[in-house]
Structure formats: structure tokens, C-alpha cells
């Protein structure tokens, strides 16, 4: 019975975690249905250094993990070089079509925070020396 129980507790906990969506079309619903923020992340998860750093010290971070899942929507627009990571053709393009719209730079690591009807309200990169606390308290500070 034990296992069972730790089963499902730590689902229930991950299911309290920051969800990272496939679609884009289903994070800007869910943002209109919930009045969420976007949080849409422009990355290299293979390639790019502080793309990988960025990920590991903030986004799987406890802190705004928990945070993220009642204040945020989220989405990974990634762009990997390996083949081995290759993404799926309409996910491709979908993160294409996102890059020709909210990152003709080309900047990577890139957040751009989206209103519920997708319009700019701050972009930002990522400073080596943040936590998670501040990055939360730069990605507020876009939000009205």
C-alpha cells in the first residue's frame, strides 16, 4: 500500500509543477481561459550554453516551478542542431513561425512575456548571476 501512496503523492506534486506545452495555440487559450501571462522561451536545449544554464538554474528550479503553475503559461520554442533531438516537422515550424514574429535577432536564450492576446510586454535574456527569485521578480515586472 505504501508504494501506492508515493505513487500517487508524487504525482499529485507534479502535477503542482510548471507545465511546459506543446502547442502554442493551447498555451494562448489556456492563458485567455486562466487570465495567465505567456512565458515563451526562445532556446537552443543542445547547443546553446547559457540556453542550458538558463533551464537548469531557473526553469527546473523548485521555487519557480511552483511559482510558475498558478501565475504563468509557459512554452519552449526550441531550436536543437543534433539529430538525434530533432523535433517533430509541425513543431518545427511552429517555433519558426513564433522566432520570424518575436525573434527576427535570432537571440537565444530569449523570453519574451505575452499578454492572453499575444502582444509584446517585455523581453529578456539571462544574467548568470540571477535566481530564481529575481528572475520571477524581472518577469513581474513586464506584467501590468
Not at 503553475?69 to 542542431?81: C, E, T
Request: glycine share 4%; hydrophobic share 40%.
Amino acid at each position: 500500500m505504501k508504494p501506492l501512496f508515493y505513487l500517487v503523492f508524487y504525482l499529485f506534486l507534479g502535477g503542482l509543477n510548471a507545465q511546459w506545452h506543446e502547442s502554442f495555440e493551447e498555451v494562448v487559450q489556456i492563458a485567455s481561459e486562466e487570465d495567465k501571462p505567456i512565458i515563451l522561451v526562445f532556446s537552443g536545449s543542445d547547443w546553446c550554453a547559457p540556453c542550458i544554464k538558463l533551464k537548469r538554474k531557473i526553469w527546473e528550479s523548485e521555487e519557480f516551478k511552483t511559482y510558475a503553475v498558478s501565475h504563468y503559461v509557459l512554452y519552449n520554442a526550441d531550436f536543437p542542431r543534433k539529430k538525434k533531438n530533432r523535433l517533430p516537422m509541425n513543431q518545427m515550424n511552429q517555433n519558426k513561425s513564433l522566432a520570424e514574429k518575436y525573434n527576427i535577432q535570432g537571440h537565444f536564450p530569449l523570453v519574451v512575456i505575452l499578454d492572453q492576446q499575444e502582444s509584446v510586454l517585455g523581453k529578456v535574456g539571462f544574467d548568470t548571476k540571477a535566481t530564481p527569485k529575481t528572475y520571477i521578480s524581472m518577469l513581474n515586472s513586464f506584467i501590468k
